[in-house]
């Protein structure tokens, strides 16, 4: 089945434990992002990548690292986490990221919190 | 990037059609106007693209004008679990989900 996992789905953690939270997919997409969503402010893209090797920050990417060795992985880094880090976090990935290939495939999402 | 704007929220009834319009003055020549759907706590689900006029699927349609510098997404005959939030993105790199409309359906 072509999908998108994220692990952990749930995680709790204190402040300044770094922590990975793990994306693959099983699509042979060149493009992967990740994402948070908080109430009132919808999604916000941290980071993407059209491929790999390449990455790229999106609009919220200051406390976030990614990397992308495999075409398959892209996890998210957060080396310091802090209690704003607190969220849902999504990661997707399409075909590509070129303009006519938009159809993104989204993970069950990872719900965060920082104490 | 184009900006977008829509309608915070909307409800309609089971059994009508929905139009939710989104606004895009700013939308470049290579821009792709796609919308997503989202249940509360899922991930965002691809729902319709296209670039001018109309498209249709087996969900939705989408219309664009000529001045592309709006579309409509059309739902026909919505039923309750039609209930979600909808949004539409415009861009060629680096997709920005805004806030998106909360479409709510009633019995």
């Known amino acids: 089945e072509a999908q998108v996992t994220q692990n952990p789905r749930y995680l709790i953690t204190v402040t300044g434990k770094k922590l990975t939270v793990t994306c693959s997919q099983n699509m042979n997409h060149e493009y992967m992002s990740w994402y948070r969503q908080d109430p009132g402010l919808g999604l916000r893209q941290i980071y993407y990548?059209?491929?790999?090797?390449?990455?790229d920050k999106g609009d919220v990417p200051e406390g976030y690292k990614v990397s992308r060795k495999e075409k398959r992985n892209f996890p998210l880094i957060l080396e310091s986490p802090s209690p704003n880090q607190t969220s849902l976090y999504f990661c997707?990935?399409?075909?590509?990221?070129?303009?006519?290939?938009?159809?993104?495939?989204f993970g069950p999402g990872t719900r965060l919190t920082v104490t | 990037l184009a900006k977008t704007t829509q309608p915070i929220s909307m409800d309609s009834y089971e059994g009508q059609e929905v139009n939710i319009t989104c606004s895009h003055n700013n939308i470049a020549t290579n821009d792709y106007i796609t919308w997503y759907q989202q249940f509360p706590s899922q991930g965002p689900r691809f729902i319709i693209q296209?670039?001018?006029t109309k498209v249709t699927n087996e969900v939705a349609s989408l219309f664009i004008p000529a001045d592309r510098k709006s579309s409509t997404l059309s739902l026909p005959r919505v039923s309750l679990s039609d209930t979600a939030v909808y949004y539409c993105l415009v861009g060629d790199f680096g997709i920005i989900f805004g806030k998106g409309t909360r479409l709510h359906i009633l019995p």
């Open positions: 990548s059209m491929n790999v090797e390449v990455t």
């Open positions: 296209g670039y001018k």
């Open positions: 997707a990935s399409s075909l590509s990221g070129t303009v006519d290939s938009y159809e993104q495939y």
